[in-house]
């Protein structure tokens, strides 16, 4: 899942090189995120929950798709836009990992030249990896599986 759509795709051509395959997100968990992101949101996967979107709906998608039986693992992908605040979206991520099923990875993306915020290491899975770049996140999860 992403704030931009680009990166969501830098990601999803990543995982295609390396051998991974983006599910399709189960019909209960497109209704479910329709229900309060966006009309304008992408609800395929990876999901585009667009610029504007906000901690909580970074929050509410975390525990929505990582609930999804299809998916085995989630990259949350973030770029500062100027309407939210990378902090914010850290404590976000890191407290929705709690709410999603312990063997599924949670692996953040931060696309900042300060990288990711120290708060991704306080939630209820202690800390969280995190990478500057979606192919980087890719590569990763290719290798561990």
Do not use: W
């Not at 949101?41 to 990582?66: C, H, K, W, Y």
């Not at 692996?107 to 995190?130: C, D, E, K």
Request: charged share 15%; proline share 12%; glycine share 8%.
């Amino acid at each position: 899942m992403t704030n931009a759509g680009g990166p969501g795709i830098l990601f999803a051509d990543a995982c295609e090189a390396h051998g991974i395959t983006l599910p399709r997100l189960g019909t209960p968990t497109v209704e479910r995120l329709r229900g309060y992101l966006p009309p304008h949101a992408g609800l395929s996967n990876p999901v585009d929950m667009i610029a504007s979107a906000t901690p909580e709906q970074f929050e509410r998608t975390i525990e929505i798709v990582g609930n999804d039986p299809d998916i085995d693992a989630l990259v949350v992908i973030y770029v500062r836009p100027y309407v939210t605040k990378p902090e914010a979206i850290a404590q976000a991520i890191a407290h929705a990992a709690g709410t999603v099923p312990d063997y599924k990875p949670i692996v953040p993306v931060f696309m900042s030249s300060q990288g990711a915020p120290t708060s991704l290491a306080f939630g209820p899975r202690g800390s969280l990896p995190r990478y500057r770049f979606p192919e980087n996140a890719a590569i990763a999860l290719s290798s561990a599986a």
